[in-house]
Structures are given as structure tokens and as C-alpha cells.
């Protein structure tokens, strides 16, 4: 027999549902805005300000950025920085997280402070700067790849969920014969799908959205991920740069074509996000148990 809801629980459940609803619209007014924008003419951007809704939709600023190979090319050097990046962050993490998981470990307590020590300090933008020329790294994606192949606050996810898993598991691959290398690859990454998945979607977002390296390390233009590329039309568009000021050479791009750069930009990194949203919750909610 299904229990009725009392009165006050369903004034509760209204009241909870409208402020989540309110609250999730305004989340999505940006988004909306962004994609509204780059489909709006320039004259009624102009005098409206926001556009949520265009009166007459127009391609033109796409029609724009499409036209040159820039932003083909910056996709592609941005799906293979993030790709690439999320493989070698996702293999060191759990390279790292999973003997800290183990309490056979001597001096893993040590470890897990220098870690968490470093959520609090680094070594500045200089030093950093410094190893990654020394080592021969600049205009290098390894530049990007390397110095952040392993967020402490990921590794302290991932260590957690490994310290889920039944110690059972371990002791009856050790004897099968697995070595240390073998119970990790074989037995603990498959049954931790969800806490990877997580972790892959946390890296990728980092990866994709990542600029102010990529602007430091990386001095061939040709290399230059799509977020330096919407970078630079921002500074040309804030600088005040006019189509007619013949000495500078440069066109000031529109407020439509950020917003389609900005769109196109995004868009890429949202569709993952479908594919991995069945373990998202699963995943944080099992990595965070535990310290």
C-alpha cells in the first residue's frame, strides 16, 4: 500500500523543487545567452544588450571563424591535448594512487601529507617556468602534459575508492600469481569504473580548459589550443582595435563571433559529459568516504 505524503512534506517537496528549478534556469542563462548571441545579427545585439531568444537568426559569425583554418586546426590541437593529457593523467594517478591506498605502505602517511601539502603551496610560475626550459620542454605539449600530470585532490579521490575494494581481491590474485602491476591493471581499474570516470571527466574539463600554460610553453602559434585562440579575438575586441585603423592591421572581431568562438569552444567538452554522467555521482560520492 503506497503511503500518503503529508501535507507538509508535500509543501516541502514544491517549495524544494521550485528553488532547484529557479536555480538550475539560472545556471543555464549564460549557456543560453552565449548560444543566442552567436546566432544574432549585430545590429540587435547592439541594441538589446542580451539576446535570449534572436528575432532574425543569422550564420554569419560562424560563417566568420569557419572561413579560416585556424579554428580547425586549434580543435584538433585541443582534442589532442585533452585526450592525450587525460590518458597520462588518468595512468599516473592510479599509478600513485593505488600503493597509497594500501595500509602495507611504510611511510604512506608521509606521502599523503607532502600531497596534501601541495593543494596549499607550489612552486610559482617562475621555478616552474625554469624546469620545464631546462628539461627542453618548451613549445612542447609535454609542457602542458607533464607539470600537471597528477591533481592532489584527484589522487586523493581515486586512493580512497581503491581503499573500498574488498581485501579479499587482492589476496586471491596474489594467489593466482598477479604481481602488484597485474592486481592493479587487472583486477582494481575495472572494478573502480566509476571513480575513473569521474576522474576523466574532472581532467578532460581541466585539459580542454586550459590556456595560461599552453600561453607560457608554447610559442608556435600553429600550436596554440582553441581557448589562446579565443583569447587573443577577446584582447583584439577589448583593445578597441578598428577595421579602419589601416596602421595596426588588425579587424576588431564583433561581439557575435566571441560569443560563436566562445560556443564552439564549449560545445565539444558538453558532449562528453552524457557518456560519463551514469558514474559521476557514484563515482565522487564512493571517493570521498574515506581519508
Not at 187 to 204: D, K, N
Not at 239 to 262: H, R
Amino acid at each position: 500500500m503506497k503511503l500518503r505524503a503529508s501535507k507538509g512534506s508535500a509543501i516541502f517537496d514544491a517549495v524544494n523543487y521550485s528553488f532547484l528549478s529557479i536555480f538550475a534556469l539560472l545556471m543555464l542563462l549564460p549557456l543560453i545567452y552565449v548560444l543566442s548571441g552567436s546566432f544574432t545579427s549585430d545590429a540587435e545585439l547592439a541594441v538589446k544588450k542580451i539576446v535570449l531568444i534572436p528575432t532574425n537568426l543569422t550564420l554569419d559569425s560562424y560563417r566568420y571563424i569557419l572561413s579560416s583554418g585556424v579554428i580547425f586546426t586549434s580543435l584538433l590541437r585541443s582534442i589532442e591535448i585533452t585526450v592525450i593529457g587525460t590518458a597520462i593523467n588518468i595512468f599516473m594517478t592510479a599509478l600513485m594512487a593505488y600503493p597509497l591506498s594500501r595500509r602495507t605502505l611504510r611511510g604512506r602517511s608521509l606521502i599523503m601529507k607532502l600531497v596534501i601539502f601541495t593543494m596549499v603551496f607550489n612552486g610559482g610560475m617562475i621555478p616552474t617556468y625554469m624546469v620545464v626550459k631546462n628539461l627542453g620542454m618548451l613549445n612542447s605539449y609535454w609542457s602542458l602534459w607533464l607539470p600537471g600530470a597528477i591533481l592532489a585532490f584527484n589522487l586523493i579521490l581515486m586512493k580512497n575508492f581503491f581503499q573500498e575494494l574488498p581485501d579479499g581481491i587482492e589476496e586471491a590474485a596474489k594467489i593466482d600469481g598477479c604481481n602488484d602491476l597485474q592486481i592493479l591493471f587487472r583486477m582494481a581499474l575495472p572494478l573502480s569504473m566509476p571513480s575513473i570516470a569521474a576522474l576523466t571527466l574532472f581532467y578532460a574539463v581541466t585539459n580542454w580548459n586550459s590556456y595560461f600554460n599552453a600561453l607560457m610553453y608554447i610559442q608556435d602559434s600553429d600550436k596554440w589550443p582553441i581557448q589562446v585562440w579565443l583569447r587573443q579575438i577577446v584582447i583584439l575586441s577589448q583593445a578597441g582595435f578598428d577595421a579602419n585603423a589601416s596602421t595596426s592591421g588588425f579587424v576588431q572581431p564583433p561581439e557575435t563571433t566571441k560569443l560563436a568562438v566562445i560556443a564552439v569552444a564549449t560545445v565539444p567538452i558538453l558532449c562528453v559529459y552524457p557518456f560519463l554522467q551514469k558514474y559521476f555521482a557514484k563515482g565522487i560520492t564512493l571517493g570521498s568516504m574515506k581519508g
